[in-house]
C-alpha cells in the first residue's frame, strides 16, 4: 500500500496541465474557518495564468481577519528578492490589526477579530493551493505571542533532500495549540528560493514505485523484499487465526442476547439501545472493507514525464501500463503507470499475479477475517475480478458483489437463506451511516426507494 501510495504522490509534483488560473498561497500561520468568517491567516499568494506559472514579482503578502460576518483583509505587493530572509508581522489588538514587513508597518485596519478555537496551522501549503510557481517558500521561525503565552517554532526542513520537498512544498508543516488574548503578535520568518528544475533532480520514483530520495523500515529494494514480506504476512495472519465466535454474517456468537432468526438483516431494540442483528439473530456491529485493493490502480502519469521514473515497464511487466485511465477526451492517448500491477507479478509472477490464478484467492480473504471484518468489496470498475470475491468468516461464507459495504438502517437488505452453509447477499448500500448502539428512540426513517424494496420483499417492512 506504502508503495501506491508513494507513487500517487507524484501527480503532485506540478507536472499536471495548467487549468486557466491556478493559485498558489503559503500558509505562514493559520488559524481560521473560512466559512464561518472566523479566525485570521498569514499567507503568500501567487496566481498562475493561461499556463504560465506565478512569478515572484506578482506575489502579495496577504493577512485575512474573519469578524464572525465577513472577512478583510490586508494585502500588500512586496519587492521580493531570492535567497533574501524577510519577517512579517501581523500585530492585533481590540478593534484593529496592524501588518509589519521588517521594520516597516505596510497598513493598519480596523477590525475586531473572532478567534477559533482549533490549532495554529504553521509553514502549510495545503494541496489546493499549489499552482504552479517560478518560486518555493522556505519558512524558517514563527513566534506567536499572547497574553502569557509564547510559541516558538523553528520550522526549517532544509535538511530534506530537494527532491523530498517537491512531494509536500511544506515537509515541515505543523499545527500547534495557540489561544489569541485580545492582543497578540504573529511573527513569521521566511524566504523565497528558485523552484527547482526537475530534470536536474530526476530521476524520483525507483522501480517499485516508491521516493528513490526517502528510507523507512519496510522500504522495498529488491524483488526478494516482496516475497519475504508475503511470508511474513502469511506466518502472522496463521497465527492471528480466523474469530471463533462469529457467525457468517459478523453477528456474535454467545452475546449476552440473541434474536429469532429470519433470514435478513435487521434491528431490534436492547436496553435502550438499537441494536443490528443478522440474518441469523446474532447481534451485530458490523465491519466492513469498503474497496479492496485494485489490480490497476492507482496509476500516475507517464506521458511527458517519463524522466520522473527510474524504471518503465517493459517486457512481462506491460501490463502495468494503462493508457487513458480516466475516459478523458484530452488524453486519448497519455499512458499511465501502474506500479501496484508491477509489484504484484513481482510478488505472484507474471502469470499467477491475477487473484483468479491465486490458490482459493485466500490472501485478500486472511487478510479481512483475521480483524474480525464482516465483509469486504471492491469496485466493479476498478476491480472487476475481486467484486465478487468470497470472504470466508467461519465454516459458511457470503459475498459482496458491490462497491460497498451494510452501514445505514434503511437500506438493511435481505439475505437469502443459506440451502447448505452457504449464504449470498443480493445488494447492498452505502447512502449513509447509523451507528447500531443508538440510544434515539426509533431507527432512521426508511427513504423512498427503500420502501420500494421493502414491498418488493427485498427486506422486511419492520426495518424502518
Known amino acids: 500500500m506504502t508503495t501506491r501510495l508513494i507513487a500517487a504522490i507524484v501527480l503532485g509534483l506540478c507536472l499536471s496541465p495548467a487549468a486557466s488560473a491556478q493559485q498558489n498561497q503559503f500558509w505562514l500561520a493559520a488559524q481560521h474557518d473560512w466559512g464561518g468568517k472566523k479566525g485570521f491567516f498569514l499567507t503568500l499568494s501567487g496566481q498562475s495564468s493561461n499556463g504560465a506559472p506565478a512569478a515572484l514579482e506578482n506575489v502579495k503578502l496577504e493577512l485575512g481577519?474573519?469578524?464572525?460576518?465577513?472577512?478583510?483583509?490586508?494585502?500588500?505587493?512586496?519587492?521580493?528578492?531570492?535567497?533574501?530572509?524577510?519577517t512579517a508581522k501581523a500585530v492585533f489588538a481590540p478593534g484593529s490589526v496592524e501588518l509589519w514587513l521588517g521594520d516597516q508597518r505596510v497598513d493598519r485596519l480596523p477590525a475586531k477579530l473572532v478567534p477559533v478555537d482549533q490549532p495554529m496551522a504553521i509553514n502549510e501549503q495545503p494541496s489546493f493551493l499549489r499552482g504552479p510557481a517560478n518560486y518555493i517558500v522556505r519558512q524558517m521561525r514563527l513566534i506567536a505571542r499572547s497574553a502569557g503565552e509564547t510559541l516558538d517554532e523553528k520550522t526549517d526542513a532544509s535538511t530534506l533532500a530537494p527532491q523530498l520537498t517537491l512531494f509536500n512544498p511544506a515537509a515541515g508543516a505543523e499545527r500547534k495549540p495557540f489561544t489569541p488574548g485580545d492582543r497578540f503578535s504573529i511573527e513569521a520568518t521566511f524566504q523565497f528560493e528558485p523552484a527547482p528544475d526537475l530534470g536536474a533532480l530526476a530521476p524520483f520514483i525507483d522501480r517499485y514505485g516508491q521516493a528513490i530520495h526517502?528510507?523507512?523500515?519496510?522500504?522495498?529494494?529488491?524483488?526478494?523484499?516482496?516475497?519475504?514480506?508475503?511470508?511474513?504476512?502469511?506466518?502472522?495472519?496463521?497465527?492471528?487465526?480466523?474469530?471463533?465466535?462469529?457467525?457468517?454474517?459478523?453477528?456474535?456468537?454467545?452475546?449476552?442476547?440473541?434474536?429469532?432468526?429470519?433470514?435478513?438483516?435487521?434491528?431490534?431494540?436492547?436496553s435502550d439501545k438499537w441494536w443490528l442483528i443478522t440474518p441469523l439473530g446474532n447481534p451485530c456491529f458490523y465491519v466492513g472493507l469498503c474497496d479492496?485493493?485494485?489490480?490497476?490502480?492507482?496509476?500516475?502519469?507517464?506521458?511527458?514525464?517519463?524522466?520522473?521514473?527510474?524504471?518503465l515497464p517493459d517486457g512481462e511487466f506491460a501490463r502495468a501500463w494503462i493508457t487513458n485511465p480516466w475516459h478523458r477526451p484530452e488524453e486519448q492517448d497519455r499512458k499511465y503507470i501502474a506500479f501496484h500491477t508491477a509489484n504484484l507479478m513481482r510478488k505472484y509472477g507474471p502469470k499467477d499475479w491475477k487473484p483468479a490464478r491465486r490458490p482459493r484467492r485466500s490472501h485478500a480473504q486472511k487478510r479481512l477475517v483475521s480483524p474480525a471484518m464482516a465483509s469486504g468489496a471492491a469496485s466493479p470498475k476498478t476491480s472487476p475480478t475481486l467484486r465478487s470475491c468470497t470472504i470466508t468468516t467461519s465454516p459458511t461464507s457470503f459475498a459482496i458483489p458491490t462497491s460497498s459495504t451494510?452501514?445505514?438502517?434503511?437500506?438493511?437488505?435481505?439475505?437469502?437463506?443459506?440451502?447448505?452453509?452457504?449464504a449470498r447477499m443480493s445488494r447492498t448500500s452505502s447512502a449513509g451511516r447509523w451507528a447500531t448502539s443508538s440510544t434515539s428512540a426509533s431507527p432512521p426513517r426508511m427513504s423512498q426507494r427503500s420502501s420500494r424494496w421493502a414491498r418488493a420483499g427485498i427486506f422486511p417492512p419492520n426495518a424502518s
Open 65 to 86: 481577519i474573519g469578524d464572525g460576518n465577513a472577512w478583510r483583509f490586508i494585502s500588500v505587493p512586496g519587492k521580493w528578492e531570492l535567497h533574501k530572509p524577510y
Open 214 to 270: 526517502a528510507d523507512w523500515p519496510g522500504k522495498v529494494r529488491k524483488d526478494e523484499d516482496l516475497l519475504s514480506a508475503q511470508r511474513e504476512e502469511n506466518e502472522r495472519l496463521e497465527q492471528w487465526g480466523q474469530p471463533k465466535n462469529r457467525d457468517p454474517f459478523g453477528g456474535i456468537i454467545g452475546a449476552p442476547f440473541s434474536e429469532k432468526p429470519t433470514g435478513f438483516f435487521r434491528v431490534t431494540r436492547q
Open 292 to 311: 479492496a485493493p485494485a489490480l490497476e490502480w492507482e496509476p500516475t502519469p507517464a506521458t511527458g514525464r517519463e524522466f520522473l521514473f527510474q524504471w
Open 406 to 422: 451494510l452501514q445505514y438502517a434503511s437500506v438493511l437488505l435481505r439475505v437469502s437463506a443459506a440451502r447448505s452453509s452457504r
